[in-house]
């Protein structure tokens, strides 16, 4: 269970902890470290061979702990209007939403949980607006448009991409 990857994935929850402190340098640091660690988990398990299911869960479960932790807090202060925490989370919705889908289709279990190309760039840019948020810069409205966006080309990669990545039972 401890394996650097996933300690490295772990480390995102006192980050987002963290984010409570009200200094934008700080956030801004904290910002960096959970990118640094997003990125360097998945190396070190490929690489060294400790790949695990429970990494392949932890690491996005992280991910979403930071965000809607930073998210929370941005939007308690007034940085973030709704809709802008709305279209943040966007991709966890199409998420749901495909989930609820599966349960229905009674797939849930065979389904054969992957990395989305749609949702390392969503991630990105997530991680890229909380940065420049921390920093107290100005986001453009186009760029909560294109979360929305984002969100539903995860969703439409996840049901085009279903049929191979649905085990046979």
Known sequence: MFTPSNVLSLL???LALLFFIDREEIRAVIVVLAILT???D???ARRYQHTTRLG?????LMDKFFVFIALGILFSEKSLG???????????LALFLFGLFLLLKQNLRGYNYHSLITGK?????QFTTLFLLSLHVAIPSWVYTSFLALGCFVLAELVLT???HVENR
């Open 82 to 92: 709704g809709w802008e925490v709305f279209s943040m989370l966007s991709r966890d």
């Open 42 to 44: 998945g190396y070190v």
């Open 162 to 164: 279903m049929k191979t």
């Open 12 to 14: 995102r929850l006192p």
């Open 56 to 60: 392949a869960v932890l690491d996005p």
């Open 121 to 125: 760039i969503f991630t990105g840019l």
């Open 38 to 40: 997003d990125c360097i």
